[in-house]
């Protein structure tokens, strides 16, 4: 079955400190990982789209790394503010008629930046 | 672009009543996907379409769930009866096949049955 398992549940940390969000996975045939901000209240925003070749990608303070091996990725933010305080979900694609369509999602990690 | 719009914003009915969801997708895509959100099984995608035609309806969960889209610019996602089981918040968003499948989400329909 396929599942992705994001860890930690929630987490909380002071403004200007770096965090990583980890993201496990068991989708097979693998075909993409993407990881999202999702704000209160908000719909989901793409952060990062990553393929089985790529195994770093980043988006301003927002690095996202992809083992294929060990099924692994981590969302890693820099420098964090205010503004980043959201739900991040890790969501991987099948291979499956469409390309893209057969979605996986994690439950989220709930990250809340203090000042 | 304004973006994937939804309406109406939040939607507060009785158990039994029907239940239209409305989408608008972003000029030009050609998918357009329907999901649920809850705090217990977070997002689950219930139906996608491909210019205007139904792919994959699997995610579904009974068939007082039902979805529409007439034209490329508009979709519905009908509960009819609705019940509490129901309450959610369910997302519309639309991608262009070609560019790697991002989709852009909509703001949500925020459904409480009571």
């Known amino acids: 079955k396929n599942q992705v398992e994001q860890s930690p549940q929630s987490l909380i940390i002071l403004e200007g400190k770096n965090c990583t969000l980890q993201c496990n996975y068991t989708v097979s045939p693998f075909s993409n990982l993407r990881w999202y901000k999702q704000d209160t209240g908000r719909g989901p925003v793409s952060l990062t789209i990553m393929t089985f070749s790529e195994n770093t990608k980043s988006n301003g303070r927002y690095t996202a790394t992809l083992d294929a091996d060990t099924k692994q990725s981590s969302l890693h933010i820099t420098a964090s503010q205010l503004s980043d305080s959201a739900s991040y979900i890790c969501?991987?694609?099948?291979?499956?008629?469409?390309?893209?369509?057969?979605?996986?999602f994690g439950k989220g990690t709930l990250l809340t930046v203090n000042p | 672009d304004a973006g994937v719009i939804q309406s109406p914003r939040h939607e507060v009915t009785e158990m039994g009543q029907e239940v239209t969801l409305r989408c608008k997708p972003i000029s030009g895509h050609d998918y357009l996907f329907w999901y649920r959100q809850t705090m217990m099984r977070g997002l689950e995608l219930l139906i996608y379409f491909n210019n205007n035609v139904p792919i994959d309806d699997s995610g579904m969960p009974e068939d007082r769930f039902s979805a529409k889209m007439p034209n490329a610019s508009f979709s519905t996602l009908k509960i009819q009866p609705s019940e509490p089981r129901d309450s959610a918040v369910y997302f519309c968003?639309?991608?262009?096949?070609?560019?790697?499948?991002?989709?852009?989400f909509g703001p949500g329909t925020r459904l409480t049955v009571t």
């Open positions: 969501v991987v694609s099948a291979e499956g008629g469409g390309s893209n369509y057969k979605l996986t």
């Open positions: 968003a639309s991608s262009l096949a070609g560019r790697g499948g991002e989709q852009y």
